[in-house]
């Protein structure tokens, strides 16, 4: 099974980060090196790149792809660390950082790492396998209201107190090993009549792996770290493929350009709180029909561009 895998809103991210020759970029979700080998092309031999993938695979893929190039640095890492792994490279600051945020198209076609409803699997999906809980262990072992909270504000599914209790019911009967085993329980879980909007486990699914992987938290620890880390004048590129991400990054931004905590009738600025930058456009950039017309993962996409203040 290949990375090898269109990389989403290509285009706009290179223009988005606005690559400057000799410069410094980090690319916090590598993956393939869809992205980080069109940065690459843009540097001149004093041009530096580090890639960084909590994913074994992905680094291995990466590394044979791009990690024999002397600008490359490969680092096999969650992206909340890197401002850690920049310093201990030994350096400050960078000119840009892209963050490709969730499942990558991978994960979810490789079918022993259960990402996917739609092959029979051990229920797994961790992105970075040495850590110790999976999805079979919140399927099995988190109780009943944390799983209602989980599916219902992760998938923000609107039956999800009925699947929550269909989990712990089958579970009583015997452990839920496979994404198959799941997938009966969520069907019996939703009224027939209302199964029509795509897959029943869909929102479920990402649920679970949004809560093993702890990718809202991480993305929100992520953010305001990674604008310190940028040069005056360097951008912070993230890509979000649902609502909940976006919300986070949007609002992040929002208080990273204005964080002004005065009551809106004071006449000047008291909170002494400074801009760190502005954000590049009011909208987010969505694919272009072209895009999705080759690249269906690309449909949910949202680029959104945060660029440091110059002093």
């Not at 770290?225 to 992040?252: C, Q, W, Y």
């Amino acid at each position: 099974m290949s990375f090898e895998h269109i990389p989403v809103l290509l285009n706009e991210v290179i223009e988005g980060l606005d690559i400057k020759p000799d410069g410094i970029y980090a690319d916090g979700t590598l993956g393939g090196a869809g992205h980080s080998s069109e940065i690459l092309k843009r540097l001149s031999d004093k041009g530096r790149l580090i890639g960084i993938d909590q994913d074994e695979e992905a680094i291995r893929a990466a590394t044979d792809k791009i990690g024999r190039d002397d600008r490359v640095s490969i680092v096999r890492a969650n992206y909340v660390k890197m401002p850690e792994i920049l310093q201990e490279m030994g350096i400050d600051l960078v000119d840009g950082i892209l963050l490709d945020i969730g499942v990558s198209s991978h994960q979810l076609d490789t079918p022993d790492r259960g990402f996917s409803y739609k092959s029979d699997a051990p229920l797994d999906m961790r992105m970075d396998r040495r850590q110790r809980i999976s999805a079979a262990d919140i399927v099995n072992e988190y109780e009943e209201k944390e799983l209602f909270r989980v599916i219902r504000d992760y998938g923000e599914e609107k039956f999800a107190q009925n699947i929550a209790k269909h989990i712990v019911a089958a579970r009583a009967e015997k452990p839920i090993k496979t994404t198959y085993e799941l997938n009966e329980i969520i069907k019996a879980s939703i009224p027939a009549r209302m199964r029509q909007d795509g897959h029943p486990s869909k929102r479920t699914y990402q649920a679970i792996r949004i809560e093993c992987n702890r990718e809202l938290e991480v993305l929100k620890e992520s953010i305001d770290a990674m604008i310190d880390v940028l040069k005056p004048g360097g951008r912070l590129a993230i890509i979000t493929f649902h609502s909940l991400e976006d919300r986070i990054v949007k609002n992040a931004f929002k208080i990273a350009e204005n964080p002004c905590t005065c009551p809106p009738n004071f006449p000047k600025c008291v909170c002494g709180k400074v801009s760190k930058g502005r954000i590049v456009g009011r909208k987010p950039v969505t694919a272009t029909e072209e895009e999705l017309e080759v690249n269906s993962r690309s449909k949910s996409a949202k680029l959104r561009v945060f660029e440091k203040a110059q002093s």
